[in-house]
């Protein structure tokens, strides 16, 4: 979930948590809302880890600051420093519960998303996702600030503020019927075409709720489909040349006329495949390889003696858009030491690898 919306989450459970007759040394409502808003910022601090290498901080994104053991002790600091910076004037005891709270709903807000959410780190780095919600959702955050605005209209109670997150909870759970319906079509899928040792997963997608990826995972291969819960009909035939908006919404089908695409995990040319599994499970790329939910091949770069073999993760999939993600391992032919890669657009549609520098 992107940080504003988590920060308007925390803002609006700071309301809705409100106690209804404030005592002494409560917070009046614009800090206790403010506090809430920034807390549930908070755990996205962990962005200062791009001072070291993008693939650090992809492989520690929602780690320690995102984890449900590690909340007591950012609430306690967090709740401390707050008590400092506002003189006193508060008692510590009502800052530290809307601080708690705002943590809360930001790893449950990432929860939720496909990315994966580390909440027993730094006791393991293993990632829970109930992937039910697209990472931007302007229906989601739609809700947030209509709870807000109504809140700021009817001041005297809490009841908008606690409506909105009720409506937000229905929002939530509907996308979880949809995730169900379309894991239900890949599991028929699978049975139909006799895929044996095939797991079957739903990724939520962007405009939508009623918008998925359908991810077969195979042993060798991945096969995938996009589909639209909501419509009967085809959506009309768009042009190369058409938006980019329009491209993606046009590769979401209805349910009956899926068009699934096989995608190798090593390539499907068998010298190729060699490699690209050989460069998978080298101890150079275990950092991307711990993070890579579905990891297929991109291509294999040759100059020279010079080879460079790309993955992507088909997690992030999308029409009409370059994967981000990209990484590889780049060496010599024969040789053993093959360094790390990101592939990247420079923004004129060419790729450009850049070196990722060996953490500290």
């Not at 409502?29 to 808003?37: A, I, N, Q, S």
């Not at 006799?194 to 096969?223: C, I, R």
Request: proline share 6%; aromatic share 12%.
């Amino acid at each position: 979930m992107d940080t504003l919306t988590h920060a308007l989450s925390g803002a609006l459970l700071a309301r809705a948590t409100e106690p209804a007759a404030p005592g002494a040394g409560e917070l009046p409502r614009r800090t206790r809302l403010w506090l809430g808003f920034w807390a549930a910022a908070f755990p996205d601090s962990d962005i200062v880890v791009l001072l070291l290498d993008p693939l650090t901080y992809l492989t520690t994104h929602r780690g320690i600051t995102h984890s449900v053991v590690m909340l007591p002790v950012w609430t306690a600091v967090l709740g401390l420093a707050v008590w400092l910076l506002l003189r006193r004037r508060y008692s510590w005891r009502a800052i530290t519960p809307v601080i708690a709270l705002g943590i809360a709903i930001h790893i449950g807000g990432d929860v939720i998303t496909a990315f994966g959410t580390m909440v027993l780190a730094p006791l393991t780095d293993w990632r829970l996702q109930l992937p039910t919600t697209f990472i931007i959702d302007p229906y989601f955050t739609a809700i947030l600030i209509a709870g807000l605005a109504a809140s700021s209209i009817w001041r005297a109670t809490r009841q908008p503020a606690v409506f909105a997150l009720a409506v937000l909870a229905g929002y939530i759970g509907l996308q979880g019927i949809m995730h169900q319906r379309a894991v239900a079509i890949g599991t028929r899928y699978v049975a139909d075409q006799h895929l044996t040792g095939t797991a079957v997963s739903a990724l939520p997608q962007p405009f939508s709720p009623f918008n998925w990826m359908v991810v077969l995972e195979g042993k060798d291969s991945y096969h995938l489909a996009y589909v639209d819960l909501l419509t009967r009909e085809a959506p009309a035939p768009v042009s190369p040349e058409a938006s980019w908006l329009r491209r993606v919404a046009a590769s979401y089908r209805p349910e009956d006329q899926l068009q699934w695409q096989r995608i190798a995990r090593f390539g499907d040319a068998p010298i190729e495949a060699q490699l690209a599994e050989r460069v998978w499970h080298s101890a150079s790329f275990s950092r991307f390889r711990r993070f890579a939910l579905f990891p297929a091949l991109y291509r294999i770069d040759r100059a020279g003696d010079r080879r460079c073999v790309w993955f992507n993760d088909l997690r992030f999939a999308l029409v009409g858009r370059d994967m981000p993600f990209r990484y590889g391992l780049c060496g010599i032919d024969g040789t053993r030491h093959w360094d790390v890669y990101r592939l990247v657009n420079d923004g004129s549609g060419r790729e450009i690898a850049e070196p990722i520098v060996r953490p500290l």
